[in-house]
């Protein structure tokens, strides 16, 4: 018997009850998983710092750091990256955005102008200057690199030295790394990750990190912000946001405050009683208050990542692993995923991703609510959390139910 011929109570019954099989079946938990870069012979290539972001027409692009020597952080790294056109099912081939001869391009950060459809991507060139790419037709070709650096940092940062800036390096005198290093302290960062964000106000807001000597040579981390209220044709640098501070992404509340989510680098927390850290900017991050623990949000001293799901929720990812094993002497392990619904100053238990060696991952939710996720992760056994880069996605129902499959 069709629709068509019930009895107008019968065809509300119909309605009500096809409607709330939808429902249920909407809410079923999702979880699916694909390799995206895959471990290569020696690890060389090897690929990590992960961001994705969706471009204007619906694309996912996972951008991340070809490191062509291997895993170490110095060395000949291009900017490459995968994109997907269905969500995650099927991916491009490998496309270079930038190869910049034998310099690091490092500390990859994206974001997106509402506004003006503009893709960003910044990094440091050579580790060593702020500069960014841009895409204006969906990340099929970049701009630039443009060199920003003067704009966004304060001067005394350049000339920065440290105990130990004056002695030669050790090893090969010939090798890139020895060269690079010689005469320099490592000073700055950006990011990483998806974490360019856009204020409500149009304001492109930044995250970066320099180092300052708070006495007698002693050197420490300290994250800032640098923004543009022009659409990026000018920067400025913004506010300090504390000490021990590092790696970090911002997250704009619901009432206009900004919130930063860090790295923290403090030694006297290392290794086994570590938090990522947080502040408030009210002004749009040209200054920050309230640096404090986020006690439930434990770390191996890693990059944590943050988006916001919905008005009422947020969702943070990062290795949640207090404790140094001899299976896992590097501390990353078990990448969770956690949520928070009162903009993030407390978070849940989370959902483990991956119990294995893993790192650094970036969020992106969906057009559809699903969520997708970029992590780096290894095999079980093994010790190194950085062989391959993995793409997952899954929706709130996975996340937050007790019986939903694990992954």
Same mark, same amino acid.
């Given at each position: 018997?069709?629709?068509?011929?019930?009895?107008?109570?019968?065809?509300?019954?119909?309605? $009500?009850?096809?409607?709330? !099989?939808?429902?249920?079946?909407?809410?079923?938990?999702?979880?699916?998983?694909?390799? &995206?870069?895959?471990?290569?012979?020696?690890?060389?290539?090897?690929?990590?710092?992960?961001?994705?972001?969706?471009?204007?027409?619906?694309?996912?692009?996972?951008? !991340?750091?070809?490191?062509?020597?291997?895993?170490?952080?110095?060395?000949?790294?291009?900017?490459?990256?995968k994109r997907s056109a269905d969500k995650g099912k099927t991916?491009?081939?490998?496309?270079?955005?930038?190869?910049?001869?034998?310099?690091?391009?490092?500390?990859?950060?994206?974001?997106?102008?509402?506004?003006?459809?503009?893709?960003?991507?910044?990094?440091?060139?050579?580790?060593?200057?702020?500069?960014?790419?841009?895409?204006?037709?969906?990340?099929?070709?970049? +701009?630039?690199?443009?060199?920003?650096?003067?704009?966004?940092?304060?001067?005394?940062?350049?000339?920065?030295?440290?105990?130990?800036?004056?002695?030669?390096?050790? /090893?090969?005198?010939?090798?890139?790394?020895? +060269?690079?290093?010689? /005469?320099?302290?490592?000073?700055?960062?950006?990011?990483?990750?998806?974490?360019?964000? +856009?204020?409500?106000? /149009?304001?492109?807001?930044?995250?970066?990190?320099?180092?300052?000597?708070?006495?007698?040579?002693? $050197?420490?981390?300290?994250?800032?912000?640098?923004?543009?209220?022009?659409? /990026?044709?000018?920067?400025?640098?913004?506010?300090?946001?504390?000490?021990?501070?590092?790696? !970090?992404?911002?997250?704009?509340?619901?009432?206009?405050?900004?919130?930063?989510?860090?790295?923290?680098?403090?030694?006297?927390?290392?290794?086994?009683?570590?938090?990522?850290?947080?502040?408030?900017?009210?002004?749009?991050?040209?200054?920050?208050?309230?640096?404090?623990?986020?006690?439930?949000?434990?770390?191996?001293? !890693?990059?944590?990542?943050?988006?916001?799901?919905?008005?009422?929720?947020?969702?943070?990812?990062?290795?949640?692993?207090?404790?140094? +094993?001899?299976?896992?002497?590097?501390?990353?392990?078990? &990448?969770?995923?956690?949520?928070?619904?009162?903009?993030?100053?407390?978070?849940?238990?989370?959902?483990?991703?991956?119990?294995?060696?893993?790192?650094?991952?970036?969020?992106?939710?969906?057009?559809?609510?699903?969520?997708?996720?970029?992590?780096? #992760?290894?095999?079980?056994?093994?010790?190194?959390?950085?062989?391959?880069?993995?793409?997952? #996605?899954?929706?709130?129902?996975?996340?937050?139910?007790?019986?939903?499959?694990?992954?």
């Amino acid at each position: 018997m069709g629709a068509s011929r019930l009895k107008p109570h019968m065809k509300s019954a119909f309605v $009500l009850l096809f409607g709330l !099989c939808a429902c249920l079946n909407a809410a079923e938990p999702l979880f699916e998983t694909t390799r &995206l870069f895959a471990l290569t012979p020696k690890n060389k290539p090897n690929y990590r710092i992960p961001s994705i972001i969706a471009a204007p027409n619906g694309d996912i692009l996972v951008i !991340c750091e070809r490191r062509n020597d291997g895993p170490g952080d110095i060395g000949n790294h291009d900017i490459v990256m995968k994109r997907s056109a269905d969500k995650g099912k099927t991916w491009s081939d490998e496309i270079t955005i930038l190869d910049d001869e034998n310099r690091v391009c490092t500390d990859l950060t994206v974001g997106l102008d509402r506004e003006t459809k503009k893709l960003w991507l910044f990094f440091l060139k050579d580790k060593k200057q702020y500069a960014h790419l841009t895409s204006t037709d969906n990340g099929l070709s970049w +701009q630039g690199p443009v060199v920003i650096h003067e704009q966004v940092i304060k001067p005394e940062w350049d000339t920065l030295k440290g105990k130990g800036d004056e002695d030669e390096p050790a /090893g090969n005198p010939k090798s890139h790394a020895v +060269q690079w290093e010689k /005469g320099w302290v490592q000073r700055y960062g950006c990011g990483p990750g998806n974490a360019m964000v +856009q204020l409500k106000s /149009g304001r492109l807001l930044v995250p970066a990190r320099h180092r300052e000597d708070i006495g007698k040579g002693r $050197l420490r981390s300290f994250a800032h912000s640098f923004y543009s209220d022009d659409h /990026g044709a000018t920067w400025k640098l913004g506010g300090n946001i504390g000490m021990h501070t590092s790696e !970090c992404q911002f997250m704009e509340l619901n009432d206009g405050t900004v919130r930063v989510i860090s790295r923290n680098e403090s030694s006297e927390d290392s290794p086994d009683n570590l938090r990522h850290l947080t502040a408030i900017s009210k002004d749009g991050g040209v200054t920050w208050e309230n640096l404090h623990r986020l006690e439930e949000l434990i770390t191996p001293r !890693c990059h944590g990542c943050v988006e916001r799901f919905d008005e009422k929720t947020l969702i943070f990812s990062s290795p949640a692993s207090p404790i140094r +094993q001899k299976e896992h002497p590097y501390g990353r392990y078990n &990448l969770t995923i956690r949520v928070s619904h009162d903009e993030g100053e407390s978070w849940s238990t989370g959902r483990t991703i991956w119990p294995h060696p893993g790192s650094y991952s970036d969020i992106l939710v969906l057009d559809d609510k699903t969520i997708g996720y970029i992590y780096e #992760r290894a095999d079980k056994g093994s010790t190194h959390y950085w062989d391959e880069l993995h793409f997952a #996605r899954f929706n709130l129902e996975w996340l937050t139910k007790s019986n939903a499959p694990p992954p």
